[in-house]
C-alpha cells in the first residue's frame, strides 16, 4: 500500500474521529457518570443503543459510498482502489458494531437475553419478529461483507449479486430500529430514520438512472455500426 493511500485509509479517518472524539468526550463522559451514579445496571444498555445507532450510521455510510461508487461519482475524489477499501473497512466496520450491539443484550440487567435468544433470529423475550429481522439482517450483512473478502474466489458476477442483498440488509436494518427501538418516538431518531432512507432511494434512483441511459447508448451505438 503506498504512502497516500496509507494516509487516506488510515490518516483521514483517525483525524476524523479526533474531531469527534474531542468535540463530544467530555459531554459523554460527564453524562455516563451521571447515568453510572442514577443507575448503575442501566449502562449496558446505553452501550447496546450506542453501537445499534453507530452500526445503522456505518451500514448507512457503506451503503451510500457503494452507490456512489458505482455511479462513478467519486472517481472525481479519489483513486477507485481507494474508495473501494473506505467502502469496505465502512462495511467491516459497521458490522463489528452490529454484533456489539446484540452481544450487550447479554448483560442488560432490566431484560437479559441469553446467547440463543440472541443468535436465533424469533427467539428474543422482547418484540421477537423485530428483533428477528434485525438478527437476520446481521447474518445476511455478515455473508455481504465475507463476498469482500472473497472476491478472488467467487468471481465478479457472484460477487455483484451477493451485493444486491445489501439493500435487502438496509431495509431490514431500518424496519427492525423503527419497530424494536427505544428511540423510535423521539424526533431526532426520525430524522436519522428519514434521511437515510432519503439519501438511499435518491443516489439508488440515479444509479438506475444511469445504467438505463448507458445501456440505451450502448444499444444505439452497436445500431448505427456497419
Ligand atoms: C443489521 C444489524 C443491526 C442494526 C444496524 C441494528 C440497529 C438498531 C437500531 C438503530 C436500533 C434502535 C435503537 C434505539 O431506538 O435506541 C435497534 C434496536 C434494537 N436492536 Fe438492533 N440492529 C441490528 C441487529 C440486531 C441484532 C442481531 C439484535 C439481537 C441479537 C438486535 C436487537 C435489538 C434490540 C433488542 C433493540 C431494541 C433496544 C432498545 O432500543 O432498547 N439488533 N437496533
Given at each position: 500500500m503506498d504512502q497516500r493511500t496509507l494516509l487516506v485509509r488510515f490518516g483521514m479517518p483517525a483525524i476524523a474521529a479526533g474531531i469527534v472524539l474531542g468535540a463530544t468526550l467530555p459531554g459523554v463522559v460527564s453524562g455516563l457518570l451521571a447515568v453510572l451514579a442514577a443507575n448503575p445496571s442501566g449502562l449496558p444498555w446505553l452501550f447496546e443503543r450506542l453501537f445499534a445507532w453507530l452500526a445503522y450510521l456505518a451500514m448507512t455510510l457503506s451503503v451510500?459510498?457503494?452507490?456512489?461508487?458505482?455511479?462513478?461519482?467519486?472517481?472525481?475524489?479519489?483513486?477507485?482502489?481507494?474508495?473501494f477499501t473506505l467502502h469496505q473497512d465502512l462495511a467491516t466496520i459497521g458490522l463489528?458494531?452490529?454484533a456489539v450491539h446484540g452481544a450487550l443484550l447479554g448483560l442488560d440487567a432490566s431484560m437479559p437475553f441469553s446467547a440463543a435468544q440472541i443468535l436465533v433470529p424469533g427467539q428474543a423475550?422482547?418484540?421477537?419478529?423485530?428483533?428477528?429481522?434485525?438478527?437476520?439482517?446481521?447474518?445476511?450483512?455478515?455473508?455481504?461483507?465475507?463476498?469482500?473478502?472473497?472476491?478472488?474466489?467467487?468471481?465478479?458476477?457472484?460477487?455483484?449479486?451477493?451485493?444486491?442483498?445489501?439493500?435487502?440488509?438496509?431495509?431490514?436494518?431500518t424496519a427492525h430500529?423503527?419497530?424494536?427501538g427505544t428511540d423510535s418516538g423521539r424526533?431526532?431518531?426520525?430524522?436519522?430514520?428519514?434521511?437515510?432512507m432519503t439519501a438511499v432511494a435518491f443516489l439508488l434512483a440515479y444509479r438506475i438512472g444511469i445504467s438505463v441511459a448507458e445501456r440505451a447508448q450502448r444499444r444505439a451505438r452497436s445500431a448505427a455500426a456497419p
Open positions: 451510500l459510498f457503494g452507490l456512489l461508487l458505482s455511479s462513478k461519482v467519486l472517481d472525481a475524489v479519489a483513486h477507485r482502489p481507494v474508495n463489528g458494531m452490529a423475550p422482547y418484540a421477537p419478529l423485530a428483533v428477528g429481522v434485525g438478527q437476520a439482517a446481521l447474518y445476511l450483512w455478515a455473508v455481504v461483507t465475507a463476498s469482500f473478502y472473497a472476491r478472488h474466489r467467487t468471481g465478479q458476477r457472484a460477487w455483484r449479486a451477493l451485493h444486491y442483498l445489501t439493500f435487502l440488509v438496509f431495509a431490514g436494518a430500529g423503527i419497530a424494536a424526533p431526532w431518531a426520525q430524522w436519522i430514520y428519514l434521511a437515510a
